[in-house]
């Protein structure tokens, strides 16, 4: 019984921190995207600091971290929001330039504001490309909430490191089938999301 209610408390402290990590790598990331659309140097500045952020091992980045922010479940949250701002960034980025320059040039022979545009056709049309590079974060802030166990946050990863210490498979196993599992579903519940959202004629594409 204590076991089990150690698991469980252990899976709620990695869901806290993965995605609460993933939540504010979402806030961030999407207006920094929104934003590179009106400032060329402002998108050059972005990209190059996430994809320096996305070259260095994702172990590096939360040893990092320690120096300037210490242990615990803060230092672990923006090591964590480091390596998923990229993903979300950059295909946000993408999906928002590549629109058909025909599309965008009748936006505005009918009339439509910028914002209108942006409403009805550059995120419409975004949705694909920003999903994908979300649902991957997702999946990157579960793995790397196990490494953060390393800088002390807790959860699922604390007790994979005490499985392999003490060479103990099934307290190992005990922390990676239910992190397994979530990366799993967050997969799943994305793809659902995605679907439900995308528009109809970019489905098939």
Do not use: C
Request: hydrophobic share 60%.
């Amino acid at each position: 019984m204590a076991a089990t209610a150690l698991i469980i408390n252990a899976t709620w402290e990695h869901i806290v921190l993965a995605y609460t990590s993933l939540v504010v790598s979402i806030l961030i990331a999407l207006p920094l995207a929104f934003a590179s659309l009106y400032s060329r140097r402002l998108a050059l500045v972005v990209m190059n600091f996430a994809n320096l952020v996305q070259a260095v091992p994702s172990f590096a980045v939360v040893a990092i971290v320690v120096p300037f922010l210490g242990i615990g479940f803060f230092p672990a949250l923006i090591a964590i929001m480091l390596r998923a701002l990229l993903p979300i960034i950059k295909n946000t980025y993408i999906g928002l330039t590549n629109i058909d320059p025909a599309l965008l040039d009748y936006a505005h022979g009918i009339g439509l504001s910028e914002w209108q545009i942006h409403r009805f056709i550059r995120f419409p049309n975004a949705y694909p490309a920003m999903f994908a590079g979300i649902k991957f974060a997702a999946i990157l802030t579960n793995s790397i909430a196990v490494l953060t166990a390393f800088i002390g946050s807790g959860g699922l990863g604390e007790i994979i490191f005490q499985g392999l210490i003490g060479y103990n498979t099934q307290k190992l196993l005990s922390g990676a089938i239910p992190a397994i599992i979530l990366a799993v579903l967050i997969d799943f519940f994305f793809t659902i999301l995605e679907k439900k959202i995308t528009p109809e004629h970019l489905k098939n594409d």
